[in-house]
């Protein structure tokens, strides 16, 4: 069992930066493909970045060049830096975490990100 907690969301400008934090418990996520996924009020959660064991990173195409996903495995913590913030990036932000023998894996409570224009 997996449990994910994630902080570091909140109310930042057009144009601004954070950066959301995950940190693993229960487990070591070293082997894991871990990710950040985003749920905008009345849409479909949807991916945002991924970062497997080997580091291979994927990303969205609205927040390439902006958004980097990083992973310490020493501390279990995954990170998003978010950058050059939008309106269009307000939503409750979720880390996952999946073991790659599995189909299904864990996610965390979720982050508020609100960008004010």
């Known amino acids: 069992q997996v449990q994910l907690v994630e902080s570091g969301g909140g109310l930042v400008q057009l144009g601004g930066s954070l950066r959301l934090s995950c940190r693993a418990s229960?487990?070591?996520?070293?082997?894991?493909?871990t990710g950040w996924y985003r749920q905008a009020p009345g849409k479909q959660r949807v991916m945002v970045a991924t970062?497997?064991?080997?580091?291979?990173?994927d990303y969205v195409d609205s927040v390439k060049g902006r958004f980097t996903i990083s992973r310490d495995n020493a501390k279990n913590t995954m990170y998003l830096q978010m950058n050059s913030l939008k309106p269009e990036d307000t939503a409750v932000y979720y880390c996952y975490a999946r073991h790659p023998l599995l189909s299904s894996g864990y996610w965390g409570q979720g982050t508020q990100v609100t960008v004010s224009s």
């Open positions: 229960g487990s070591v996520v070293k082997l894991y493909t």
């Open positions: 970062i497997t064991s080997g580091e291979r990173t």
